[in-house]
T-cell receptor
Framework: DAMVIQNPRYQVTQFGKPVTLSCSQT?????MYWYQQKSSQAPKLLFH???????NEADTPDNFQSRRPNTSFCFLDIRSPGLGDAAMYLC??????????????FGPGTRLTVT | RKEVEQDPGPFNVPEGATVAFNCTYS??????FFWYRQDCRKEPKLLMS???SGNEDGRFTAQLNRASQYISLLIRDSKLSDSATYLC???????????FGKGTRLHILP
């Protein structure tokens, strides 16, 4: 089945120790998104790629970086995780650009714990 | 006014009842609207898109009211498995940002 896959599902890292989360998709969608979601809050968009074009949200901390080496894969790098970065990180894809009638498909998420 | 607002609930509804909740949005230029369902500690899953003419999928009906700037979701004959958080998503024009509501929690009671 075509899908969005995230690895790992659970990640524990130490304060300040860099961590990379990965996302892959078999939907061949142009757009890939990274969201951060904390308990009882809406998903917060960090950035997205439209093909190779990177779009950073204005309020995304510099501590968060992303790479998209090809259509199928996208990575979220957290350079120096703080306790406040503990959250669920959701990857999503869509066929077309933000805006418009393109629904998003989400991966199962990576739950990050910072100790 | 917040960009997208939802009543956080929880809505506690007996099994078999009908429940409805709304989502209001502030940007009159918003183009596309969706309802997602999110189970506890899981990812959001698309429930339905909301079309101008409204749409229905089984027990679920979504409506758009552009004049009053809200969308609604109606669930008929509610099941225990409908218990979840329902997220409203609003898209602006092309390349505009996507706005998520904080969600409405629904508990279906046996």
């Amino acid at each position: 089945d075509a899908m969005v896959i995230q690895n790992p599902r659970y990640q524990v890292t130490q304060f300040g120790k860099p961590v990379t989360l990965s996302c892959s998709q078999t939907l061949n969608h142009n757009v890939m998104y990274w969201y951060q979601q904390k308990s009882s809050q809406a998903p917060k968009l960090l950035f997205h790629y439209y093909d190779k074009d990177f779009n950073n949200e204005a309020d995304t901390p510099d501590n968060f970086q992303s790479r998209r080496p090809n259509t199928s894969f996208c990575f979220l790098d957290i350079r120096s995780p703080g306790l406040g970065d503990a959250a669920m990180y959701l990857c999503a894809t869509s066929r077309g650009p933000t805006g418009g009638a393109y629904e998003q498909y989400f991966g199962p998420g990576t739950r990050l714990t910072v100790t | 006014r917040k960009e997208v607002e939802q009543d956080p609930g929880p809505f506690n509804v007996p099994e078999g009842a009908t429940v409805a909740f709304n989502c209001t949005y502030s940007n009159s230029a918003s183009q596309s609207f969706f309802w997602y369902r999110q189970d506890c500690r899981k990812e959001p899953k698309l429930l339905m898109s909301v079309y101008s003419s409204g749409n229905e999928d089984g027990r679920f009906t979504a409506q758009l009211n552009r004049a009053s700037q809200y969308i609604s979701l109606l669930i008929r004959d509610s099941k225990l498995s409908d218990s979840a958080t329902y997220l409203c998503v609003v898209n602006g024009r092309r390349d505009d940002k996507i706005i998520f509501g904080k969600g409405t929690r629904l508990h279906i009671l046996p």
